[in-house]
């Protein structure tokens, strides 16, 4: 079980709209259901994640890089698409700022490169991470109530219906 972060390149404010998240959940599910991703808690905030995950599958570096190359390429292609986004043209104009200027990257770079994983490795410190993950958003002055926060498992822990099922083992 390993802690991750990673954030948008430059932390830009990307997760302000409900579709950009969802969207970010929709492949979440995917490399629960086929590439044996396990989430045991996460929160979403307005320019990065912080995870709580594990694998019965692939490698986890292989799901989580998998992931965020496909989530790179579907974002870039919401930004393009999503006519309420008025900062349009300055977030790809960072993005593609930001891919050029990274030999990894050819045009475009979503995600910042490091997911700065930790491993987890007793009981204590997974309540620790987990209550840091949950506190994110009261920290952060959006909600006074961590399973206030739509876009995070608190809600999961405190009995009120999350959005994605977590998968304990």
């Known amino acids: 079980m390993y802690s991750i972060s990673f ?24 490399c629960m259901e086929h ?45 393009s698409e999503y006519p309420q986004e008025s900062r349009k043209e300055w977030i790809m104009w960072m993005m593609r700022r930001a891919g050029i200027k990274n030999s990894n990257n050819t045009d475009w770079q979503f ?30 002055g959006f909600v006074d109530k961590a399973e206030d926060w739509k876009y995070g498992s608190a809600r999961d822990f405190c009995g009120v219906n999350g959005l994605i099922n977590l998968s304990f083992s």
């Open 7 to 30: 954030a948008v390149t430059n932390w830009i404010d990307l997760f302000i709209r409900d579709e950009y998240k969802q969207e970010l959940i929709k492949s979440w599910q995917h």
């Open 35 to 79: 590439k044996g991703l396990q989430i045991y808690g996460w929160v979403i905030m307005t320019s990065h994640v912080h995870m709580i995950i594990g694998t019965n599958g692939k490698k986890l570096d292989e799901i989580v890089g998998e992931m965020k190359s496909y989530t790179s390429t579907r974002f870039k292609i919401l930004l």
């Open 111 to 140: 995600w910042q490169q490091h997911n700065k994983p930790i491993e987890i490795k007793e009981q204590e410190m997974f309540d620790k991470v987990l209550q840091y993950i949950h506190d994110n958003p009261v920290v952060a």
